[in-house]
């Protein structure tokens, strides 16, 4: 039996509030940094025939975001912890390094990991926003292998997995891969509809693009 992949185009704050406590085994979420770097790559977006939104990186989350999260999930993984440390408790980390040698955004990302105390590391090659790849559809969109690498390494069988900044949703498509429940919110329209369509792509040609 597939598992339940469950997409929303809805406010994630709206929707956690009308969560149980610790409705989800792991939550991996990769929220806007708000480091106001969209002009750049928006500009650097333009000769790759990219249309992004110009705004998708100017406003973090707040802490009432966090208090949600952290009660309707029981461990979290959260990508660009280094940008809002104040909330997010001190414990494991995980580094990932990009092997991005453009001179363009950052070499590594870093995440926090309530499931360990150590720091992880993985080297995983990714263009980012330069890139021609036809199924690129955000900005900050990361690799299904990526997500892939994560339940692997930090979910159980049976975890239910809960992402409320999906973007391109690869952390769906890979869910969809090993088999974990997932749920799925994105709040921008345009983003949603793209992300949704390349899951539904991805399940009825199987697993051809990760």
């Not at 001190?90 to 001179?103: L, M, P």
């Not at 926090?112 to 969109?141: E, M, W």
Request: charged share 30%.
């Amino acid at each position: 039996m597939p598992p339940e992949i469950r997409l929303f185009n809805e406010d994630r704050l709206a929707a956690m509030k009308r969560m149980k406590d610790k409705q989800f085994q792991l939550a991996l979420v990769d929220p806007p940094y708000g480091i106001g770097n969209w002009t750049m790559e928006a500009r650097i977006a333009k000769p790759y025939n990219r249309k992004w939104k110009v705004d998708w990186n100017d406003a973090p989350p707040a802490k009432a975001y966090f208090d949600e999260l952290f009660r309707v999930s029981k461990n979290q993984i959260v990508w660009g912890v280094n940008y809002y440390r104040e909330y997010v408790a001190s414990g494991g980390a995980i580094v990932w390094n990009k092997g991005n040698t453009t001179g363009i955004g950052s070499a590594c990302e870093i995440a926090s990991n309530s499931l360990r105390k150590q720091v992880d590391y993985l080297f995983l090659h990714h263009a980012g926003f330069i890139t021609k790849d036809k199924d690129r559809i955000h900005p900050c969109q990361k690799p299904v292998r990526l997500y892939e690498w994560l339940l692997k390494n930090y979910a159980k069988p049976g975890d239910r997995i809960l992402d409320t900044h999906g973007g391109s949703f690869s952390s769906a498509i890979a869910a969809y891969i090993l088999d974990f429940d997932y749920t799925g919110y994105e709040i921008d329209k345009d983003y949603f509809e793209a992300g949704k369509k390349r899951v539904e792509d991805f399940m009825k040609q199987g697993r051809l693009f990760t």
